[in-house]
């Protein structure tokens, strides 16, 4: 597990990205090839003790505007019945919500935990039920950070061009 580490200038940028300060940020997962955060890991509680169920969350402003653009056409519909019916993406989704709930323990440590620990068992994007997508970010997000995820890397695969022809974070 990489240890915690973000600079000043990493949380400045990912706030600008995100328009607020982060709340849970631990760390930078992914960078844009122009050296910018694209997606960040955050610890599994504020602390506060209150749950951020999502591990890995997408800034790259030109991914968020895609993958939002994707949702607003029904993605999110379309890839639950894709990843009901096809049996590659079943078991792809099902890989990924155990790893992230592997991840989510492991992260969490002894942090204080208002919900009792709930949340820990969530699946990507902090689905409850198994095979089904709440968010596509949170899928793109997770597949980026864990290459060979292949649900999130179809979804990405429908974002051109993945990457903006400049830093859209400067």
């Known amino acids: 597990m990489l240890p915690p580490v973000v600079t000043d200038a990493d949380r400045a940028v990912v706030a600008r990205q995100l328009g607020r300060e982060p709340r ?80 989510r323990r492991e992260l969490a440590g002894d942090e204080a935990r208002n919900d009792g620990g709930a949340s820990l068992g969530y699946g990507v994007g902090g689905s409850r039920r198994s095979g089904s997508l709440k968010c596509l970010h949170a899928h793109a997000a997770f597949a980026l950070a864990r290459p060979g995820y292949e649900l999130g890397e ?17």
């Open 24 to 103: 849970t940020l631990r760390r930078v997962a992914v960078r844009c090839p122009f050296g910018a955060p694209a997606v960040t890991e955050q610890s599994p509680y504020a602390a506060d003790g209150e749950p951020f169920p999502t591990t890995y969350y997408l800034t790259c402003r030109h991914l968020v505007i895609a993958v939002s653009r994707l949702e607003a056409a029904g993605g999110v519909e379309r890839w639950s019945n894709a990843a009901r019916t096809e049996p590659a993406l079943a078991a792809s989704l099902a890989v990924a919500d155990e790893e992230q709930r592997r991840l």
């Open 154 to 170: 179809r979804i990405l695969a429908e974002v051109e061009p993945r990457w903006p022809e400049r830093c859209c974070s400067q």
